[in-house]
């Protein structure tokens, strides 16, 4: 039989439905000594913003059950040095990048987005809508139906309109789907389901929050049952949207998992932390899963558990 | 090239021994044992197909042996602190773990001979001993100095004593040798053996002491340091330590990438849970 590997999410074809989830590759250097970047889907992204940032201070992470939080704070580089050094590197090895970015207020989003707008070689740009709004009192911006249009707008408005955008949204709401609904009317060309929930825990010998930003985003296989339900809701009311999923997926029945929820891709984070290999792996197994539930390709099995007969 | 030696492998544990309250462990790497540097180390995930730990382990090596072939070995001493690192102590003899290394940087080996001090903290002192022969190896005066809360958490196997001209043993409680910190004896020991290089592992208190003693005398202090690491390969971002580069500018570092080996002259000590005023990209 033919199997046929390659997926398309927002309306890009992909070689494999196997990406890096933002945050979890680094810059795509640490991880090319264990795998060639070409082998993977696509590399998202860190979450890139305007200035440098230092990220906020140590412990900025605490393994939990299944899991870990972590408070990076956004370290990174900025906008202009990214697109200066991390980009025309990944492109020189051959990577499909996806772009993760990230605002403080509306008008750093729709900076960015006319910053990315004149690069080549860019698959599709993730806009990272859980982080502070610092025009909100740090409210952030996926957790209001108000604040997300109005970022992803800001980028839609602004950016090349060849350039697919995924607006990744956050689990800490009452109901993803009406934040889905108003960032799909803002623009977003697919989903990025779901970003970390908040957590925190309590050292118990200082008493004090463990991390030094006290809270800290939940990820890993403690939190994929919410990933989950989360584009099962999604897919079951906006079909057509594309969904990248991400949350906890460790082998390949796990992305598997996802694909059958409605996820035409799916990103792999905190698993790269326990294993450099981790997508490796994963795709492989996801592969011959695939296969042995009689699929011919990819987007036969994308949302296949909604299926109503037998 | 970061991780320019990095790779993995599943390492059958051929020797697991209690040694006071650590364990030596030995695991067959095959080729990995000839990259190793002394200061590096490795990533260890812990817990089994099923484990909830999700993250990897970081262990300074202790020594390695390349053998040739597949018979390589990489030494480590291991403090059973937590569920991790209690797993990995209770495994037998001939089960396989999957290893990532050697990671990090290495201790700089000064190309004359020198007199150089090795300081340990605890189960810090293991990476001391692989250095102290390389530093013998070529013609350097080797004293070490280490240091433990209690006699029973002072690493000291034999034939590493062996390797080094003096040893010198502090315990917090007096239990074993003097009484009192390392930081305490470092100017005397210093003076009488007319240190011109120190090297250094254990808890990060321990190592800015050093690092303010060896700012006063001028002296080079080469350390590695200790952060909760989630990945030992670069990519969490969450050993980060703040390190002042060659032109003055304070960045938050990885300590798996720019270290464990740094110069000890480079970091900002003094600023817990905080980053310092100034780093680059601060908000």
């Given at each position: ?29 640490e ?280 | 090239?970061i991780n ?99 990671l990090g940087t ?127 390969i670069g990519?969490?971002?969450?050993c ?13 570092q990885r300590s798996c990438i720019e270290g ?24």
């Amino acid at each position: 039989m033919n199997f046929d590997f390659t997926t398309t999410l927002v309306g890009t074809i992909f070689p494999n439905p196997i990406f890096t989830a933002s945050g979890c590759a680094g810059s795509g250097k640490e991880l090319i000594q264990f795998f060639p970047l070409t082998d993977l889907g696509a590399v998202v992204t860190k979450s890139i913003m305007l200035k440098p940032r230092s990220g906020r201070a140590t412990p900025r992470m605490a393994e939990t059950p299944s899991g870990m939080l972590n408070s990076i704070g956004l370290q990174g580089p900025g906008i202009a040095a990214f697109l200066q050094d991390d980009i025309p590197w990944l492109k020189s090895k051959g990577a499909r990048i996806v772009v993760s970015i990230a605002g403080e207020s509306v008008a750093d989003y729709a900076e960015l987005a006319r910053l990315i707008s004149g690069v080549s070689g860019i698959s599709a740009v993730e806009v990272n809508i859980s982080c502070p709004n610092v025009e909100s009192r740090g409210q952030v911006f996926s957790c209001n139906p108000v604040t997300a249009h109005a970022a992803i707008s800001a980028v839609k408005k602004n950016i090349d309109p060849s350039l697919p955008i995924i607006a990744k949204l956050s689990p800490d709401v009452t109901d993803i789907t009406e934040i889905a609904d108003v960032v799909i009317n803002a623009g977003a060309d697919g989903l990025a389901l779901i970003n970390t929930l908040l957590g925190m825990v309590i050292d118990t010998n200082s008493m004090k929050p463990k991390l030094a930003g006290k809270t800290g985003g939940l990820s890993g296989p403690a939190i994929r049952p919410v990933a989950v339900r989360a584009i099962y809701q999604v897919k079951a009311r906006f079909p057509q949207i594309s969904i990248l999923g991400m949350g906890g997926v460790t082998n390949g029945r796990e992305a598997f998992e996802m694909i059958l929820a409605g996820a035409s891709a799916v990103s792999v984070g905190t698993a790269n932390f326990g294993n450099p290999l981790a997508t490796m792996k994963i795709k492989a197994e996801l592969q011959e899963l695939l296969i042995e539930r009689g699929f011919a390709s990819v987007a036969a099995a994308v949302g296949y558990a909604h299926r109503e007969e037998d | 090239m970061i991780n320019k030696y990095a790779h993995a492998v599943d390492a059958e544990i051929i020797s697991n021994k209690r040694v006071g309250a650590y364990h030596h462990m030995v695991f067959e790497v095959g080729a990995m044992a000839g990259q190793v540097r002394p200061g590096n180390f490795v990533a260890i995930s812990v817990g089994g197909e099923t484990s909830a730990m999700v993250l990897r382990r970081a262990f300074a090596i202790h020594r390695s042996m390349d053998r040739g072939g597949s018979g390589g070995v990489v030494e480590l001493v291991v403090a059973p602190h937590g569920g991790g690192s209690k797993w990995l102590t209770s495994l037998e003899v001939h089960r396989k773990v999957n290893i990532v290394g050697p990671l990090g940087t290495a201790f700089g080996i000064p190309t004359e001979p020198v007199r150089a001090l090795l300081v340990g903290g605890g189960y810090g002192s293991a990476p001391l001993f692989g250095l102290a022969e390389v530093l013998k190896s070529r013609g350097s005066r080797v004293d070490m100095v280490l240091g433990a809360s209690t006699a029973g958490k002072i690493y000291a196997p034999l034939e590493g004593k062996r390797a080094v001209n003096s040893l010198t043993i502090t315990t917090d409680d007096g239990s074993a040798g003097l009484h009192g910190k390392v930081s305490d004896f470092l100017p005397d020991l210093i003076a009488a053996s007319g240190t011109e290089i120190i090297y250094s592992c254990g808890p990060m208190g321990m190592l800015a002491a050093i690092s303010k003693i060896a700012g006063e005398l001028d002296l080079v202090h080469q350390c590695a340091v200790e952060e909760a690491m989630a990945c030992g390969i670069g990519v969490c971002m969450t050993c980060v330590l703040p390190l002042r580069d060659s032109n003055g500018t304070i960045r938050m570092q990885r300590s798996c990438i720019e270290g464990p080996v740094v110069d000890g002259s480079r970091v900002i000590w003094d600023s817990p849970r905080a980053i310092p005023e100034g780093t680059w990209g601060a908000q």
